[in-house]
């Protein structure tokens, strides 16, 4: 069983089980590289700050951290993810997955996405411009709100407020969605839906 949410406290045998998720959702045959940091994010690089300011977001302080994996994934774009593990008792569970990665398209101010509603797809706010472009795309909206999940079952259930970020950086943009692991098959698996991340990230690029 590997569903995330294990009953010990060691990076050195939770890491493997964390990559054997994210390398399965990714399709990949090959292991992926990864670092531990028990820090939780890098501080170094260009979206450190973005990945350090919403490390305080998440949670509302509820959670406490152990360490992050760390995954810099080359293919078929450079993504950046940072799952953080989170202690439960005497064991741990993934808590928040930040995935960043650049967009190749340049914006003029920040643009982030409305909560989740009761009725209807949250639509994409902020830059006009942008905006009104990202919102044409129905396919794109649906696969963000589903994608950037605000609660989930694993764990117990964790919730946490919507975080979607399009940030202006070396004439293109950021995008940093901050998401949750997502239960399957009746608790027993988990999934990062990691590709969604990647299809997300080109439509964004297309609409732009």
Not at 9 to 27: T, Y
Not at 67 to 84: A, D, G, H, K, Y
Not at 126 to 152: I, M, P, V, Y
Request: aromatic share 8%; hydrophobic share 40%; net charge neutral.
């Amino acid at each position: 069983m590997n569903n995330l949410a294990y009953s010990s406290q060691q990076a050195d045998s939770i890491g493997p089980k964390v990559e054997e998720i994210v390398r399965k959702d990714l399709g990949s045959n090959e292991p992926l590289n990864y670092e531990i940091v028990d820090q939780g994010i890098p501080k170094e690089g260009a979206l450190s700050k973005i990945l350090n300011d919403s490390a305080s977001f998440l949670f509302g302080g509820k959670e406490t951290l152990l360490f992050t994996v760390n995954f810099n994934i080359q293919q078929p774009r450079n993504v950046i993810l940072s799952i953080s593990i989170n202690r439960q008792g005497i064991g741990c569970h993934a808590g928040s997955l930040v995935f960043s990665t650049f967009i190749n398209k340049p914006i003029s101010a920040p643009v982030t996405m409305e909560g989740p509603k009761v009725f209807g797809t949250s639509k994409f706010i902020g830059d006009a411009t942008a905006t009104s472009k990202l919102n044409s795309n129905k396919d794109l909206l649906k696969l963000t709100d589903k994608f950037a999940r605000t609660k989930t079952d694993v764990a117990g259930g964790l919730k946490m407020e919507r975080f979607v970020k399009l940030e202006p950086f070396n004439n293109g943009a950021t995008l940093v969605i901050i998401t949750l692991a997502r239960a399957t098959s009746m608790g027993i698996g988990a999934t990062t839906d990691a590709k969604d991340f990647f299809s997300i990230a080109g439509m964004i690029e297309a609409a732009l």
